[in-house]
């Protein structure tokens, strides 16, 4: 069973930078799918950031992609995030999550555009 | 890129059906069936539901399903009951090879 968790500082000051990590299990990453974050402010809306392959394929929300830096590390089987020059707009719930593509008898499309495996989100702040 | 648009509430009895809209363009909903619709009741991570504008995953009841006309995709749920209350967003592929999500509708249950 693949599952996803998130982990990240919780509270980061004004202009600074929000790392976060999320470790897989149950799933090899470098064995294919795409990984990604998504967000949530508070009694918001859900928003795509980034979405990555392991080869080193990558995908951004063009509102964040001055900011944002997403990569994989094999070898620990971990989805990182990186996001500069923070402020109050970027308090949220962050997940990461699978994201797919579908398949129909044997032939798969391109794009893997749905997130079908999701953490349970890590809640970071942004406030001096 | 401008979020898909969604009711921001729906309600519907036990039992009942209710349909949720979902508008975007032809650049998203519009132009691919990389339609997709999550779930997430308070407090907890979305779950995916619908993909490919009306494929279930394995374990999600047939009372959900998904279409889509144009440039509006629709996901209905028949058989209303209590544990259905949650959040639903809708996404889409777009043309510039991003996702997009709706801004979400609450669906209660009377």
């Known amino acids: 069973q693949v599952q996803l968790q998130e982990s990240g500082p919780g509270l980061v000051k004004p202009s600074e930078t929000l790392s976060l990590s999320c470790s897989v299990s149950g799933y090899s990453i470098n064995t294919g799918y795409y990984w990604g974050w998504i967000r949530q402010p508070p009694g918001k809306g859900l928003e795509w950031i980034a979405s990555?392959?392991?080869?080193?394929?990558?995908y951004y929300n063009p509102s964040l992609k001055s900011r944002v830096t997403i990569s994989v590390d094999t070898s620990e089987n971990q989805l990182s995030l990186n996001l500069n020059s923070v402020t109050a707009a970027d308090t949220a719930v962050y997940y990461c999550?699978?994201?797919?593509?579908?398949?129909?008898?044997?032939?798969?499309?391109?794009?893997?555009?749905?997130?079908?495996?999701w953490g349970k989100g890590t809640t970071v702040s942004v406030s001096s | 890129q401008s979020a898909l648009t969604q009711p921001p509430s729906v309600s519907g009895s036990p039992g009942q059906s209710v349909t949720i809209s979902c508008t975007g363009s032809?650049?998203?909903?519009?132009?691919?069936?990389?339609v997709s619709w999550y779930q997430q009741p308070p407090g907890t991570a979305p779950k995916l539901m619908i993909y490919?504008?009306?494929s279930r995953p394995s374990g999600v009841p047939d009372r959900f399903s998904g279409s889509k006309s144009g440039n509006t995709a629709s996901l209905t749920i028949s058989g209303l009951q209590a544990e259905d209350e949650a959040h639903y967003y809708c996404s889409s592929y777009t043309s510039s090879n991003t996702i997009i999500f709706g801004g979400g509708t609450k669906l209660t249950v009377l």
């Open positions: 490919e504008v009306s």
């Open positions: 990555m392959y392991h080869s080193g394929t990558t």
């Open positions: 032809s650049s998203d909903v519009g132009g691919y069936k990389r």
């Open positions: 999550a699978r994201l797919s593509r579908y398949c129909s008898r044997g032939s798969c499309d391109t794009y893997h555009y749905f997130m079908d495996v």
